[in-house]
């Protein structure tokens, strides 16, 4: 299954996970600290749908759910 939407292109993006270890101030701590940043990867919500075609068939295509909220693809 391929990882980018069929109709609006959207695919992964990068990003960090933080981890923070402590209390904070507000409750009588001296604060909370990063104690580790690791990279992570955020993906789309992609579903295999079928699509009617506007020239007049039924395509499988791989489609974000964005798209299917926003009326961007006609199920078959």
């Known amino acids: 299954m391929s990882t980018i939407c069929q ?15 402590g209390l904070c101030k507000k409750k009588g701590g001296i604060g909370l600290h990063t104690t580790a940043v ?28 964005s798209c299917i909220k926003a009326g961007k693809v006609a199920k078959a």
């Open 7 to 21: 109709i609006c292109g959207k695919g992964a993006s990068s990003g960090s996970r933080i981890i923070r270890h």
């Open 38 to 65: 690791t990279k992570r990867t955020f993906k789309p919500n992609l579903q295999k749908l079928r699509v009617k075609q506007p020239v007049g068939g039924v395509k499988t295509m791989t489609v974000c759910t």
